[in-house]
């Protein structure tokens, strides 16, 4: 992301001698060079000589056909009811509402135009910080969405109950109160300074938003504020498309020509909201009826049936950690997709996928739905007309297969294979065109950053509002580690990023475990924890092979492979204990008898790294032999790990390990 | 006629528009046809016209020229609608329309069957101003594409309406006809008057204008057309005689069915002329894909069935070579307007076998002259009599394992096929491969 921006309109409009094209479908414009954006302007200019241009001229120039002479009794209360009820007059605020200036139909004119800024990917980058979303990082698009960031981060702070600026719909407005009176009481509308208030305003935007600070604790602010947004979008949606369906059937029955309402895409889902599991599917979907609030909810019945298990047949176990319980309670089955309908008067849950407004799945399924791309069974019609896709959980995703997810993004706004009873003539012209995708708003929610997300920021974020990514500085989980056992921390100089398997593995091989077994107290009691599969099935086939006393636990392992491990290891029978992050994520298991903790590599859940070293302290107070000066934790890092690094010992700390001549740092 | 006083009109003097003459002049029209020099003066008043002219004498820009200057005077989206009996001729007019309008930022689009009917969708919802159309898929469209309709149409062009009624799409037509505006200009261009086009035109057009270029059966003075009188069984050999005098210059030679026209061309192609068919069979690509090598000159002899004869602008055919003769004169007419186009010179020959002989007579009487004839060296034809038959055999084969391939080998062909026969038909199967080359591979390979 370069923040260097040239000023391309200025360039354009001093370029006096335009070149003579004239052709009004600029779809192959190439717009990866400034040169070619620059004709493409200069073509913009010379078109107004062709027909289009001349179209709109005319139409300009009508005189408004007066409607006096037929009054047809039956339509009188037709003709005589005007805009929906609904809604106060849109005049009446100054303020932008981004659903039309994002969606409306008129932003296809100059659509191509920010299309190759955002190929061209000269966004700017311009960073905030605050208490609340701590650092907030805008990349901008010259000319699109200008508004000042400034103010819009300086407004972030303000209470959440100006609905009527922010123009959420009044009754999206009601529900949303009523949805969260119970938990707070009589409702103040100053109470929501806080996180959903922020998210909220900055969606609101029509900004693509990566949210990298999501925790188990503030999962439901996140959701409600998305919830929100998703639903005001809905509302927005469904009152202008009735707005102009009505005023079609009346400029019919007074037989004048009020043009071409274009509102909506090509097939009708709009929202798409991927979870890993039934658990949180249930979670979201009540919080959604609730802000979506009808009285009626049909099928409802079937949610709960299908997404949540009676209590007592739950068998997690209520002593692990919250994070753990807040991601295995429930139902966990990670294979589920359905629609959801919001009419006027009822919600429907379990729609035919072509007749739903919102689209819940987990990527797993919802790939199975898709089919492979190239074959004949390709399904993605019903993910043309998606006009906001919403990631929650991405690190549980991510434990799951992020290929789902990519696989599912890949199929978002393609042009559809079947009409399905769509009516052309409402369609909006840019998804005629097939840059949907360059408006679709892109909601990603995780706990930590990794590189995959970068690269869905970069490849997949292509909203032409810009993009926000927030994060933070992280403090670092060192000081968490309740014993005082020396952890030390091991650069591995890699050259290149690919090769960086390759060297650590050597390193580890050849330097970290002969030490490890050149002393006999450090050849014992060993767990190394290997975060990626694909390493662990290295290690493990290297430590076979030199026939170390070794036990290896994956996701793979049965439960009984697991019990025989963990006990041998335990008594000692098991020198090493080689185990995985996700099975350490699936299980959460306490492994008693380690004494060395070996970090292969750091773990994306920072939260691990504390926990194992404290397995120590907790298994070997136990056993009375409470000995620290017995105990080591080494973990070994490359020159591309900041992102695991910073969030284990902490941002600035980690920024000076990565770099400088200095490779083993040693924290007590 | 004031215009026909005139010796040579200008587009300009015409009427026509000046952004108009300047893309007439790009185009390569530097002076009006009859057939354009009659229509525009009318058309360009406004009035409905039925124009009886032959293939080949630039009707097409006659009527594209006033639609493109009545859409600058008053643009709007589906301004016109162009129905054409082919497919091929669909996306010809459109090209027609596209070089000549592009300078005002006309957008024309081809709507045919055998393309995919959402992406037509797609780009009828984007409102183009011309739409050229073969009948059946434009009622398609109209039953069944929300959200479009022809309710605002200002002109309506039938071409080859002689052809569009041949082929079954008055009905079609009908409906069309209901579903656009009674006020509107309506074109209808025909090589023939027949009963069914005139009662077409009665339902269709209001007081139109009536203009002939020509007479019915009439036929170029430039066109040089012979006819070579041979027997039946030697009718390959001749043609190969034939080309062979004629080589290096593009050729089309029209057969009665699609077999003949495949048989042809594989007899062609194991002799090394570069021969592409085309024919009804053909998928749509195909048909394109052929027309396309055709016309950039790769092959040079097209072997087709009536399908080419009319409506096709390829330019540059040297010789028209008609192997079977044309069942009546109207056809006889088109096949040979496929040559000496537009002032230019050009060739047609005739066989004439025994048994063609009374057909060949009543063309003779249609066109009212007798043709001359086409001198063959018998003696040469004899000696490449065995060439030939060589050929022949190998693209009976060709064709027999092509009908194995499309319908498995249950099909009967023939019972006694000994282990010798075998062997020498793998070997001539191979050979045959080999000359044919890696195109027919790449073909079947799509299958």
């Not at chain 1, 009873?421 to 998804?431: G, H, L, P, T």
Request: contains cysteine; neutral net charge.
């Amino acid at each position: 992301m370069t923040s260097e921006t040239t000023d391309i309109t200025a360039v354009a409009s001093s370029q006096k001698n335009p070149i003579p094209t004239l052709s009004t479908n600029n779809d192959d414009a190439d717009f990866e060079d400034p040169e070619a954006i620059r004709l493409y302007i200069s073509k913009y200019a010379e078109n107004n000589a062709s027909l289009d241009a001349r179209l709109a001229e005319q139409l300009k120039s009508r005189p408004t056909q007066d409607s006096d002479g037929e009054n047809d009794d039956e339509d009188e209360a037709l003709l005589a009811k005007e805009a929906i009820a609904d809604e106060d007059d849109p005049t009446d605020y100054e303020t932008i509402d981004y659903y039309t200036t994002h969606f409306g139909d008129a932003v296809s004119d100059e659509l191509d135009l920010h299309i190759g800024r955002v190929n061209q990917g000269s966004a700017k980058a311009r960073t905030f910080t605050n208490d609340v979303l701590h650092r907030i990082t805008f990349h901008s698009y010259e000319g699109a969405n200008v508004d000042n960031l400034t103010e819009l981060v300086a407004s972030l702070n303000k209470p959440l109950d100006d609905f009527k600026a922010l123009r959420i719909k009044e009754k999206v407005k009601e529900h949303w109160v009523e949805a969260h009176r119970p938990k707070h009481g009589a409702f103040k509308g100053n109470s929501h300074i806080d996180l959903e208030a922020q998210l909220f305003r900055l969606m609101n935007t029509y900004r693509d938003v990566l949210f990298t600070n999501r925790l188990h604790s503030n999962a439901s602010q996140i959701r409600r504020a998305y919830l929100l947004h998703a639903v005001s979008h809905l509302y927005k949606h469904r009152d202008a498309t009735a707005e102009n369906a009505m005023s079609l059937r009346r400029a019919k029955l007074r037989r004048e020509d009020i043009g071409e309402k274009r509102d909506q895409g090509f097939t009708r889902p709009k929202v798409l909201i991927m979870l890993p599991a039934r658990n949180s599917a249930l979670e979201v979907v009540r919080m959604l009826l609730r802000i979506g609030g009808k009285d009626q909810v049909e099928k409802k019945a079937q949610l709960i049936g299908g997404f949540s298990i009676r209590p007592e047949d739950d068998r997690v176990d209520l002593s692990k950690p919250q994070d753990f319980l807040a991601n295995f309670r429930g139902h966990t089955d990670d294979y589920f997709r359905f629609g959801i309908k919001f009419s006027r008067q009822i919600d429907h849950l379990f729609t035919d996928f072509y007749d739903s407004d919102i689209l819940v799945a987990s990527p797993l399924a919802m790939r199975m739905a898709i089919g492979i791309p190239g074959s004949k069974a390709y399904e993605s019609d019903l993910l043309a007309s998606i006009e906001m896709v919403i990631v929650d959980q991405c690190d549980f995703l991510q434990m799951q297969n992020w290929e789902h997810v990519e696989h599912v993004m890949n199929a978002l706004n393609l042009m559809p294979k079947e009409a399905h009873d769509c009516d052309f003539s409402r369609v909006r012209r840019y998804a005629l065109d097939g840059k949907t995708r360059y408006l679709r708003q892109n909601l990603v929610f995780t706990d930590y950053l990794t590189p995959e997300l970068n690269a869905m920021y970069k490849k997949y974020f292509q909203n032409v509002a810009g993009k926000v990514r927030i994060t933070r500085s992280h403090p670092g989980v060192i000081t968490k580690v309740v014993a005082k056992i020396p952890q030390v921390f091991t650069r591995v100089d890699c050259p290149s990023l690919a090769q960086a398997d390759d060297t650590r593995f050597q390193y580890f091989t050849d330097t970290l475990l002969p030490n490890m077994m050149a002393a006999a107290w450090t050849a014992k009691g060993v767990l190394i924890f290997v975060p990626s599969y694909f390493d662990f099935v290295r290690v493990r086939n290297y430590m076979l092979k030199q026939n170390y006393s070794a036990g290896f636990i994956s996701e793979y392992s049965n439960r009984r492979d697991i019990t025989r491990h963990r006990l041998a290891f335990f008594r000692g029978q098991l020198s090493f204990l080689v185990i995985t992050e996700r099975f350490h994520f699936y299980r959460r298991y306490r492994i008693r008898g380690i004494q060395h903790v070996v970090y292969y590599g750091l773990p994306q859940h920072n939260h691990y790294y504390p926990e194992l070293i404290n397995f120590m302290a907790l298994t070997n107070a136990t056993k009375g032999a409470f000995d620290a000066e017995d105990w080591t934790c080494t973990a070994l890092f490359t020159n591309y790990d900041l992102q695991q690094l910073e969030r284990v010992v902490g941002t600035d700390v980690a920024k000076k390990m990565v770099v400088g001549a200095k490779s083993v740092f040693t924290f007590i | 006629m004031t215009e026909k006083a005139q010796d040579n009109p200008s587009f300009a003097s015409l009427g026509v528009m000046d952004q108009l003459c300047e893309a007439c002049d790009k185009a390569g029209f530097k002076n009006p046809t009859d057939i354009q020099a009659q229509v525009l003066p009318y058309a360009l008043e406004g009035k409905d016209i039925i124009g009886l002219a032959q293939t080949g004498s630039g009707k097409t820009a006659a009527f594209a020229l006033p639609i493109l200057q009545g859409l600058w005077k008053k643009p709007q989206p589906f301004y016109a609608c162009i129905m054409a009996p082919t497919r091929e001729l669909a996306i010809q007019i459109s090209e027609t329309f596209e070089k000549l309008g592009s300078g005002i930022g006309v957008r024309a689009i081809v709507i045919v069957g055998g393309m995919d009917m959402m992406s037509q969708s797609i780009a009828l919802s984007k409102k183009p101003h011309i739409i050229v159309c073969t009948p059946g898929r434009l009622t398609d469209h109209l039953e069944h594409t929300k959200g479009f309709d022809l309710k605002k149409l200002k002109c309506l062009v039938m071409d080859e309406a002689d052809r569009l009624l041949d082929m079954d799409f008055g009905p079609k037509i009908d409906n069309i006809l209901k579903a656009i505006p009674k006020e509107r200009t309506t074109y209808l261009f025909s090589a023939t008057m027949t009963t069914k086009v005139a009662k077409l035109q009665r339902a269709s057009l209001q007081d139109p204008v009536k203009i002939e270029v020509s007479d019915k059966y009439s036929t170029v003075d430039t066109l040089l057309q012979y006819y070579a009188f041979l027997p039946f069984k030697r009718k390959e050999s001749y043609l190969i005689y034939v080309l062979n005098e004629i080589a290096g210059r593009s050729a089309i030679v029209f057969a009665r069915t699609c077999t003949e026209a495949v048989r042809i061309s594989l007899i062609l192609r194991n002799l090394g002329f570069p021969a592409i068919p085309l024919h009804g069979q053909l998928s749509m690509d195909r048909r394109l894909g052929s027309l396309s090598k055709f016309k950039e000159g790769s092959r040079n002899i097209l072997v087709a069935t009536d399908v080419a004869s009319r409506g096709l602008d390829i330019p540059m055919v040297d010789v028209v070579i008609n192997y079977d003769v044309p069942s009546n004169s109207k056809d006889y007419i088109h096949r040979v307007g496929r040559t000496a186009r537009a002032g230019r010179s050009g060739k047609s020959i005739t066989f004439v076998t025994q048994y063609d002989i009374e057909l060949y007579q009543r063309i003779e009487f249609a066109l009212d002259k007798k043709l001359d004839e086409f001198k063959v060296d018998a003696e040469g034809v004899m000696m490449l009599q065995e060439r030939v038959h060589e050929a022949m055999r190998i693209a009976n084969m060709e064709i027999k394992e092509d009908e194995i391939r499309k319908f498995g080998r249950k099909r009967p062909h023939g019972s006694s096929s000994s282990a010798d026969k075998d062997v020498v038909r793998d070997k001539a199967i191979k050979d045959a491969v080999k000359s044919v080359g890696k195109d027919r591979m790449g073909k079947r390979g799509r299958r």
